[in-house]
Every structure is written in structure tokens, then in C-alpha cells.
């Protein structure tokens, strides 16, 4: 049986259109896990043909990922671009920032707590905007 990493290789290999491919790559990754660092090995040898450094094969997944809008700009896009998105990015950031103290006292001698009348901050974030969700 075929791998879909061979797959994805192959069709490079056969002078494919990049971004037919980036869709099947897109496609495969939402259905599946893919074993990157063994698709990168199989891309290693057809970098050069592509314009890039000659066996760098990680290179041109980072492209076929870009072309696919699987990487961190076209997904950051997507995340701003989406209201229900957006909220589940800053719900969980404000999920992680409620369980942190904000300000500790300071360690260095001669220092009697930091700022002055600080000795510990312990009103989480998440407290504080907890009445503002919709």
C-alpha cells in the first residue's frame, strides 16, 4: 500500500501542478496525521527542479504547506478573520493567563517587594473579564 507521502512525493516527482498538490496535501492533513519528516525525505530530491537549494526537501514542503495554507501566516489569517475563531484563541489565552499570578514579589536583597504597597497581584485576568463574554 501506498503512503500518502509517497503519494504527495510522486506526484512532485511527476511535474504535478504545485498547487493541485498543495491540495492534496491540505486534504490529507485535515483527514489524517502525516509523517512529515518522512514526506520532506521523499521531497529532498526534487527541490532543485522546484528553485530551491538542491536537497532541501524541507524547504519545499514549507512551500507546498504555504501554497496549501497550512502555514503559520495563512493560519494566523484565518484565526483574525474568523469571529468564532478569534474567541476560542483568546478564550483559551485568557483560560492559561487566570491561573498565573501577574506580580511576585521581588527576590533581589534590598528590595522590600517590589513596587511600592505590591507584595502579590492575584486577581486573574480571567476574573476580571469574566463578565464581559457575550
Do not use: F, Y
Not at 493560519?75 to 478573520?81: N, R
Not at 478569534?86 to 534590598?110: C, E, F, K, M, Y
Request: hydrophobic share 40%.
Amino acid at each position: 500500500m501506498t503512503t500518502i507521502e509517497r503519494t504527495i512525493a510522486d506526484l512532485v516527482e511527476d511535474r504535478t501542478d504545485l498547487s493541485l498538490v498543495a491540495d492534496v496535501l491540505r486534504d490529507a492533513a485535515q483527514s489524517r496525521r502525516l509523517d512529515t519528516e518522512r514526506l520532506a525525505e521523499l521531497l529532498a530530491p526534487l527541490a532543485a527542479r522546484n528553485h530551491l537549494r538542491k536537497g532541501d526537501g524541507d524547504a519545499l514542503l514549507r512551500h507546498l504547506t504555504a501554497l496549501a495554507g497550512l502555514d503559520t501566516a495563512s493560519l494566523v489569517e484565518e484565526i483574525s478573520t474568523s469571529d468564532t475563531l478569534s474567541a476560542l484563541v483568546a478564550a483559551d489565552n485568557l483560560s492559561r493567563l487566570s491561573t498565573r499570578r501577574t506580580v511576585q514579589p521581588s527576590d533581589r536583597p534590598g528590595d522590600p517587594g517590589g513596587a511600592p504597597g505590591v507584595q502579590r497581584v492575584r486577581c486573574p485576568i480571567g476574573a476580571a473579564v469574566a463578565g464581559s463574554r457575550p
